[in-house]
């Protein structure tokens, strides 16, 4: 009717709708033709409200087939893509892509825990393979959980010695006793006379009881877990990778067991 009398007041008494809407509509119709004519979306160009993009809703999701929680997620966003969520956004969407839950060992028996009061009062010690040829060695502190980690060739007592040395020069607290496992790298006469040159005390676990050294054993399962599972261990550059994992893990990561505290927060 337009098109035919060119009279906008005309077609718009007779249809019954407003100027607006006919130039609306006119111009759809001498963009697109007809099919402009159809009803158009009306999601907002802009969300300011809404927090997850879907390429971020994507990495939660990739990292979740790593099997992560909430938690872990939550600091692997921070480290690998300088993106920060809380844990109920997280959830959040977990529960919207119907992600299942974490598999988890069954345990028969769940051995009681114990924190130490003061920094540095127990550092827990052990050695982890990382591949041939690397060796992870790793001391954390039993009240804050700070970390100090390096790389060696092999599992002997001049690169123990080496560890201690780089364990207490970084630990932002003096040593009193260091915790070990009976492995051989640690009895070795040569690491017992320095620990005694040092005043560091010497404790090795009783045998058949790796829940005393939990704590060292569930900051190298975080490494596996987080760090290692997103590098190659035949990179060249894998001991800076790890000297900046080590930072981040103090400084920035959050803990469960600190409630949700960093190592380096505990100290305040």
């Known amino acids: 009717m337009y098109e035919t009398t ?6 718009c008494r007779r249809c019954g709708i407003s100027r607006p809407t006919l130039r609306k509509w006119w111009n759809r119709y001498r963009t697109d033709g007809f099919e402009g004519l159809n009803d ?4 907002p160009h802009r969300s300011p409200t809404v927090k997850v993009t ?3 809703e994507q990495w939660i999701m990739g990292l979740r087939r790593r099997n992560l929680g909430a938690r872990r997620i939550q600091g692997e966003l921070r480290r690998e893509h300088h993106f920060n969520l809380s844990l109920a956004t997280i959830h959040k969407v977990l529960v919207k892509h119907k992600a299942k ?3 988890k060992l069954k345990r028969k028996k769940t051995p ?5 009061p003061i920094p540095g009062d127990r550092v827990q010690m052990d050695t982890m393979k990382i591949a041939p040829g690397i060796y992870q060695y790793t001391a954390v502190d039993d009240c804050t959980r700070y970390k100090v980690l390096a790389l060696f060739q092999r599992r002997i007592a001049a690169n123990t010695l080496t560890f201690i040395d ?12 260091i915790q070990t496992d009976r492995g051989r790298e640690f009895f070795a006469y040569k690491v017992q006379e320095y620990l005694m040159e040092c005043g560091v005390k010497f404790r090795p676990n009783k045998p058949r009881s790796p829940h005393l050294n939990g704590k060292v054993e569930r900051a190298q399962k975080t490494d596996l877990v987080e760090f290692y599972a997103t590098v190659d261990p035949a ?3 894998l001991a800076r990778l790890l000297g900046e994992w080590q930072h981040f893990y103090n400084w920035f990561r959050p803990h469960g067991g ?3 505290k960093t190592p380096h927060g505990a100290l305040l």
Do not use: C, W
Not at 40 to 43: V, Y
Not at 166 to 177: D, K, Y
């Open 6 to 11: 060119h009279d906008a007041g005309l077609v």
């Open 40 to 43: 158009a979306s009306r999601r």
């Open 54 to 56: 879907t390429a971020e």
């Open 101 to 103: 839950p974490l598999l």
């Open 112 to 116: 009681r825990g114990y924190v130490r």
């Open 166 to 177: 780089q364990a207490i020069e970084e630990m932002p607290f003096p040593i009193q006793r």
């Open 235 to 237: 990179n060249p550059r």
């Open 258 to 260: 600190l409630k949700g």
